[in-house]
């Protein structure tokens, strides 16, 4: 099969309104994860809506055990590399760990500097008790995404990860965030692991895009963290919401051990991988290999 590189959407950049389109019209959004170029490129190239620069990156391409300790400095290095990638996807940048719980003055901050590295909006976790963060960042002209149910920065608090929402008051506490987070002048929310129905029954009941990553079908748009469809996941981590798209994982460690093989079996680098120069050239500095051959001492040049 052929991949075309060419975009097969609209080349124009999503925006907050076209994203309110698209859930007027009952169009999914296709949402993923991105922290480096070539990934936002080729998400950009498949037509992706949304990129999420997330804090997953400490588990992703940082291999941390959580999301708990990455920190800001190093998520702007990938929201600027995803940002010069995604030339028409709208790009979130996740808010870190302690990056907006501390102050509202923290919150407006670092969110700026998301938005001085290219991204579209910020996403933040947790609900009421984060809704003065959001007015804050949403006051200072930025836009923001919520996140809740399972919120990976509050694992202590939910005990590892769990799926949230699996009642109806359960659902109906999800719902009254999401409700306070609308208030507050979140754009967006998104539910993360929740039951369809749970997620169907909050959705139903907002005015604004409602995007799900492990909450079914019945939502504005999916998430996805691109390690988990590409198949290049390392870790121990297995949600039931994850279904692979591609074996990366094979395809990288196959590549590495087909190289390694063509060195040590001396087929690479072949003459095509070689610079050729002038044959007189060539004839001159092969003769000259053949004469007086010896390694040069400490100290001596040889010609
Ligand atoms: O960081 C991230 O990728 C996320 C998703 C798991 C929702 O926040």
Do not use: W
């Not at 859930?23 to 991105?34: G, I, K, Y």
């Not at 620069?53 to 990455?70: E, F, W």
């Amino acid at each position: 099969m052929t991949v075309s590189t060419e975009p097969r959407h609209s080349p124009k950049k999503v925006t907050i309104p076209a994203l309110v389109a698209m859930r007027a019209r009952r169009e999914a959004a296709v949402f993923v994860t991105a922290y480096d170029y070539p990934t936002a490129v080729f998400a950009d190239r498949a037509g992706v809506d949304l990129i999420l620069v997330g804090d997953s990156a400490a588990m992703t391409v940082l291999g941390h055990p959580n999301t708990l300790s990455i920190t800001m400095t190093e998520m702007l290095v990938f929201a600027r590399a995803v940002a010069r990638g995604a030339e028409r996807a709208f790009v979130v940048g996740d808010l870190p760990f302690l990056s907006y719980q501390v102050s509202s003055q923290d919150a407006v901050r670092n969110a700026g500097a998301f938005v001085a590295a290219g991204c579209d909006a910020v996403k933040c976790e947790g609900g009421a008790r984060v809704a003065s963060r959001v007015r804050a960042i949403a006051d200072a002209g930025i836009a923001v995404m919520g996140h809740l149910g399972l919120t990976p920065q509050a694992i202590g608090q939910q005990g590892g990860y769990r799926v949230q929402g699996k009642t109806l008051e359960a659902a109906r506490a999800v719902l009254a965030d999401a409700i306070a987070l609308r208030d507050a002048g979140a754009f967006a929310i998104l539910l993360e692991a929740l039951p369809a129905a749970a997620a169907a029954f909050v959705r139903e009941r907002l005015d604004i895009p409602v995007y799900g990553i492990g909450a079914g079908p019945h939502l504005d748009g999916q998430l996805v963290i691109s390690h988990d469809i590409l198949g290049s996941f390392v870790g121990n981590i297995h949600p039931r919401f994850v279904r692979r798209f591609a074996n990366l994982d094979l395809e990288t460690t196959g590549a590495f051990r087909a190289y390694a093989e063509a060195v040590r079996g001396g087929t690479f680098p072949a003459a095509e991988q070689c610079y050729a120069i002038d044959a007189d050239e060539e004839r001159a500095i092969q003769e000259a290999r053949c004469t007086g051959a010896q390694p040069a001492r400490r100290g001596r040049i040889h010609a």
